[in-house]
């Protein structure tokens, strides 16, 4: 299957490094710019994602591509490798997310694959890199693999004429899936939460689906139950930032509610997510990330309102297993209390 | 009892006129600015009302006032009064908001009062004036007396220690509600939903409760089930722009998708409206307003994302009665299925 995808994850355009400079697609000021925040080292590429500059899926592909960067600065500085030295690095980016285990799985696969051989340091860094490359260029390939049989499953829970909320950015596998059912001559409509504060589905979302030629409206996070009492929505889908064995789903603040309302009027609700958090036993082992609430507060550096008014903004929900219908994974659709029994090629 | 307002509710600050000119206080610029739109004739006042200068119950003072305002200009232009003018410029402003049919209902109950002696013309200008002041006087007198029972209603309900959330500004009642629980000494917290598109809780609500001396945070209106799971919300408030005699509730979107979460989380709902509308006899009798989907596209005349990208603006939501546990009335607190009892002074 073809792997059509929108501006936003074309992997250059997610991250890229050159002449030491390592550049973030700014997810922030997308679509007005399409702009690249440029860091200089680890720690400034861990800070761009502590502010957002991108988020969802593409992490990930950061910490991967950091990997590269990493290896390449270490090879033009002359100097030999040093395993703790490349763990340190790449652990300052893994820290800056806490709720993308995503991430921290795929990076701490990555050094115990590497540790024992490399950590006496009796290579050079030309025969990492060259070992580094193949293992990264394989994992990406191994994920755009994923990312077009997820489509392929999400697809198939599409039905002709069918309304799909959905909420933020849920990136590669949601995009696909509609995608592929607009392929295969499904009449598909795509009604997209403007997701606050960072207005990720109206600024991503809705543009990409635009790009991918799908009927697509927005609407305020708070619009989502009026459109299913009126019959106007007929699934929900969403990302996963992650996925507990108990089939509880962690997703962006505000999946929560629109998932209750789905069950209220018996519409289904589908997560996406490459594969269950086997270190997560339930939704109580969930480390929960609250931001600055300011965010809430201003828009362009001046407050909405009074600033002697303060707000809460956590930016999670925990969305319990009885709420989701179905969780499409890397091995394919599974319910909730199935997600126990899959196994990951990453675990 | 103690009728204390904050600076909106103050009936100068919602609007008064002076030289002709009828000021509106801008609710859209509020706290930033406080500031009057004004207006030259019942057109721009209309007018006014379709852009949202001010909402909720206001619009009810604004008419009022109208009737002085258009009273006091025929005065001056030494005309002899003629009622089907009046009448004409007043339904201006009736029609600007169709959901609000606590302003319908209560002009066409003074016109159908004055249309009988007045209708026929013999009456001069200054008779009139001095009649429609003291019916505007016992009306103005008489909804402070109901605003004060209904605050006492309304904190009777309110337990010690109750975290209450709201959405939008609910206006006299419930921000008298919470005031009187206070001053009996009930600790409460009140969580309040930004509202988007414009913001009514982070500007209007917050900063009023903030006036009052209560405990306030303010979330997007995508956080309201988190704090429910979270058990940090054991009552949610919401004023009505309209209640059905089938017991269901029109009021500001988002307010139905709190509704649901709550029911679905054991968390009582209540509601706060004057009267219910005995011409709505269910929910299927509310004539719905959208508005202009650029309102939610655009923030300071910019678009957030694509300009190619439409959206969906529903302004109200139908609460079923269902999901409605307590309705605050003039009459008292009732059930949904006990409102078609409630007969109010008005009807």
């Given at each position: 299957m073809d792997l059509k995808l929108p501006y936003l994850l074309k992997p250059y355009n997610i991250c890229h490094f050159n002449d030491s400079i390592f550049y973030i697609?700014?997810?922030?000021v997308f679509p007005k710019e399409k702009s690249f925040y440029a860091c200089s080292n680890c720690k400034e590429i861990a800070n761009a994602l502590k502010l957002m500059i991108t988020q969802g899926g593409a992490p990930l592909q950061v910490a991967l591509t950091s990997f590269r960067y990493i290896a390449s600065e270490m090879q033009k500085e002359h100097i030999k490798f040093n395993f703790n030295n490349l763990k340190k690095e790449i652990m300052y980016i893994v820290k800056a997310?806490?709720?993308n285990t995503t991430m921290k799985r795929c990076v701490e696969k990555i050094l115990k694959h590497y540790e024992i051989r490399f950590s006496d340091s009796h290579y050079d860094i030309n025969t990492f890199i060259k070992e580094i490359n193949k293992t990264i260029d394989q994992i990406e390939s191994d994920y755009n693999k994923l990312y077009c049989n997820m489509g392929q499953y999400g697809a198939s829970l599409i039905k002709d004429g069918d309304k799909i909320l959905t909420t933020c950015f849920a990136e590669h596998t949601f995009l696909l899936s509609i995608y592929y059912a607009k392929l295969a001559n499904k009449k598909v409509k795509v009604y997209v939460n403007e997701?606050?504060?960072?207005?990720q589905g109206i600024r991503l979302t809705a543009p990409s689906l635009y790009e991918l030629g799908i009927d697509v409206k927005i609407i305020s996070d708070s619009m989502g139950s009026f459109l299913m009492q009126s019959g106007e929505i007929t699934h929900y889908m969403s990302g996963a930032d992650l996925v507990c064995m108990d089939g509880s789903v962690v997703n962006k603040i505000g999946t929560n509610q629109n998932a209750i309302c789905a069950k209220y009027y018996n519409i289904p609700y589908t997560a996406f997510s490459m594969a269950p958090d086997?270190?997560?036993?339930?939704?109580?082992?969930v480390e929960m990330e609250y931001r600055d609430p300011k965010e809430l507060l201003m828009i362009d550096n001046e407050y909405?309102?009074?600033?002697?008014i303060s707000a809460i903004y956590p930016a999670f929900d925990i969305i319990r297993e009885?709420?989701?219908t179905n969780i499409v994974t890397n091995k394919g659709i599974f319910k909730p209390n199935e997600i126990k029994e899959v196994v990951s090629w990453m675990q």
């Open positions: 697609g700014n997810r922030k997310r806490v709720t997701t606050r504060p960072y207005f086997k270190s997560k036993k339930s939704y109580k082992d909405i309102g009074d600033k002697n009885d709420l989701v």
